[in-house]
């Protein structure tokens, strides 16, 4: 018998080193110990090609450079057949990219088809890759495993603009090679530095490829809770970045003041900018952010610079405001929509104060004393009249958790806001009283969305300025609000309540937050009612919540009627739901069936439908109640098919297991109706 010769083409090439970014394309489920590992398919070595560039210095077209086939000169051996032309590899650079970027494009559109259509539900969308904007990332790694060439263009910048997109890959995605890799490869086209929630998987290390000579194009950069940021790396990351628009960077150790003067120095364009709590910062480092030159009337319509200052500021938790003029700061940004100061203990009521009112030049003088030459000077006797200052650009401002802020200095900012619509003073306490808090609302014309958490010192003057009248001459009331959160508010009665939830009160009010107040059942209902048909309106969900009060919501939950109008929760739909053990969410295939078999099914099954947008959110003492039911019940129904599908168990295991259920959840069965406390299947644990 005569061996058989091994062809040089026959020979396997040595496997490939692992990639850093393979991880985003390993399956998620390992192999079981007790089953062999999966066969390792090593990457084929690419056909030996050359591909002359496309571009209009060059218009050489693609040369193949395919090998001969092999002429067996042996009798007895068969002749390999010659490999099939690389028809991908002979396209212009730019066409193959096209390729690359329809993944992200069918991925993208399949999924939002799949939403627009109802088939994004359940189990499928709490899946790992289900979101169509991860899956086609995914999708161009798992193309990067094929050769060289497809490595180098899915990691293409045209591809990865925004990097490495952990907000929708998620933080654990990527390793700190993986995310070198990233950079590396679209180090010049990434315009969108997404780095939230990374933790230590970014660092200094990871970074490096941006910190080159020549600078970037790096347009917003978000370090959320990225921890392994040093000092040094952020100003580096600062300093290469000229045409930087947004910086995120709440929370940071390594923030400092040195950072915002180089803001200063290098992002002229800066407009957005979160340091809230960062410890190492104080707030008179705020000054030193660049803002737009002063401007005369000769040269109004000149640019007379790149600066056109911050439009949005979020300072929340700094050290140091009541040291600052925060009139200055809004002075020097006239531009300014969004101010956070929340959480700031320094603010009182004297910074408010300043911030309107502006004192200005004495203009009374009298002789001081005569100088060596006969001149007389002059020293002001006292100051000269006071301005109040107005921000009509301003639109949300957040003053929540400043203890020391009082109804008082509310009252210098009446009409110093005209355009407001986002207010958020929660978190005050007894402090904010009635008085000048009525005055300022009521100067608050276009308001949108109100925050009075804790307020248990206000009463009903305060609420009922929210309620629109117009007549000819005048107009107030806040007849655009839709989102109102009164928590905790105990002075309120239900009558204001009402008088602002209800049919003459505001139109759009679609959100209520009552919890621990008076709010009675006949108004929770008549709110319900209507907000639904709002909410409809808006394409927006609507909610009321009650928390803390076990005699409201008691009506709403025994009420058969409504059973198809509420759910006890606002769920969502996303791979993230798995940290909340998943919402209640309807399978696709659960929609057939007339609307009385179909909640008799939902009871069976624990399906509380928590993400159907048409419902009315409405959360109570007897709403939580519902969840815990129902998730006992789903919990209860997948052990039972676990256990079909595992088989019988043996009788001591079953008994332990009883017992186990007896000691831990304790669950009535659902054929029982509310007892007449309004306690429905309640987990006792």
């Excluded at 600062?238 to 628009?245: C, D, G, M, Q, R």
């Excluded at 009402?498 to 759009?508: D, F, N, Q, R």
């Excluded at 039972?640 to 295991?653: H, I, M």
Aim: glycine share 6%; charged share 25%; with cysteine.
């Amino acid at each position: 018998m005569v061996p058989r010769q091994v062809h040089p083409q026959e020979v396997v090439a040595a496997a490939p080193p692992r990639e850093p970014v393979d991880d985003l394309a390993a399956p998620a489920a390992p192999f079981s110990p007790l089953s062999p590992p999966p066969e390792r398919r090593d990457s084929p070595e690419p056909y030996d090609f050359t591909t002359c560039p496309s571009s209009p210095f060059d218009e050489a077209p693609p040369v193949l450079v395919a090998p001969q086939p092999a002429v067996s000169t042996s009798p007895g051996l068969a002749t390999l057949p010659p490999p099939p032309p690389a028809y991908f590899a002979v396209l212009p650079r730019e066409l193959q990219l096209a390729v690359f970027a329809a993944v992200l494009d069918v991925c993208e559109d399949e999924w939002r088809k799949d939403v627009r259509e109802g088939r994004w539900a359940g189990k499928k969308a709490s899946e790992r890759w289900s979101d169509g904007r991860a899956k086609g990332r995914r999708e161009l790694v798992k193309l990067g495993r094929v050769c060289r060439a497809w490595r180098a263009l899915s990691l293409d910048g045209q591809l990865w603009s925004t990097a490495p997109a952990s907000t929708v890959l998620g933080g654990d995605t990527f390793t700190h090679e993986g995310v070198a890799a990233v950079l590396h490869e679209a180090g010049g086209f990434v315009t969108t530095l997404d780095a939230r929630s990374m933790g230590d998987t970014l660092n200094t290390a990871a970074l490096e490829p941006l910190f080159g000579s020549s600078p970037t194009r790096l347009a917003k950069i978000d370090l959320t809770g990225c921890t392994s940021i040093t000092s040094l790396a952020l100003s580096r990351l600062i300093t290469v970045s000229p045409e930087l628009v947004e910086l995120v960077v709440p929370g940071l150790d390594c923030v400092s003041g040195e950072h915002l003067r180089a803001l200063a120095m290098h992002c002229p364009r800066l407009a957005k900018l979160d340091v809230s709590r960062c410890p190492n910062l104080t707030a008179h480092w705020l000054f030193a952010l660049p803002y737009p030159p002063p401007r005369s009337e000769s040269s109004a319509g000149i640019e007379l610079s790149e600066r056109r200052g911050l439009k949005s500021l979020n300072a929340s938790g700094l050290a140091g405001v009541d040291l600052v003029d925060v009139g200055m700061l809004l002075h020097w940004h006239p531009a300014l929509v969004t101010l956070d100061l929340s959480f700031s203990r320094g603010l009182d009521d004297s910074v408010l104060e300043r911030l309107v009112v502006r004192p200005q030049p004495s203009t009374s003088v009298g002789p001081s004393q005569v100088a060596p030459g006969g001149s007389v000077t002059h020293v002001a006797v006292g100051p000269g009249p006071a301005t109040r200052r107005t921000y009509p650009s301003l639109r949300h401002l957040s003053l929540s958790g400043c203890k020391r802020v009082t109804s008082s200095g509310l009252h210098h900012l009446v009409g110093a806001f005209p355009n407001l619509e986002i207010l958020e003073l929660s978190r005050i306490g007894a402090n904010l009283r009635t008085e000048g808090l009525a005055r300022f609302l009521a100067s608050c014309t276009k308001l949108r969305k109100l925050d009075l958490e804790d307020a248990s010192e206000t009463t009903d003057e305060a609420l009922l300025a929210l309620v629109p009248f117009s007549n000819a001459t005048t107009s107030t009331g806040a007849p655009n609000l839709t989102h109102l959160l009164i928590a905790n508010c105990k002075s309120l009665t239900d009558g204001a309540m009402a008088a602002v939830a209800l049919e003459h009160g505001c139109p759009k009010l679609r959100v209520l937050e009552a919890d621990g107040t008076a709010i009675s059942d006949r108004t929770a209902k008549a709110f319900v009612r209507l907000a639904g048909a709002r909410a409809r309106a808006a394409q927006l969900p609507a909610v009321l919540s009650v928390l803390d009060n076990r005699t409201t919501g008691r009506r709403l939950s025994r009420d058969p009627a409504w059973a198809t109008t509420l759910r006890p929760r606002n769920g969502q739909r996303g791979y993230w739901t798995r940290a909340v053990e998943h919402y209640h969410d309807r399978e696709p295939d659960d929609h057939a069936g007339d609307s009385g078999a179909k909640a008799e099914r939902d009871r069976a099954k624990g399906v509380l439908d928590e993400c159907d947008p048409a419902r009315v959110v409405v959360r109570s003492f007897y709403s939580h109640l519902a969840v815990d039911a129902a998730r006992a019940m789903r919990d209860a129904r997948e052990e039972k098919e676990r256990e079909a599908a595992r088989g019988p168990a043996p009788p001591r295991d079953s008994l332990l297991r009883s017992r186990a259920l007896s000691d831990s959840q304790i669950l009535r069965p659902a054929r029982l109706t509310d007892d007449e406390d309004g306690r429905v299947a309640c987990v006792i644990s």
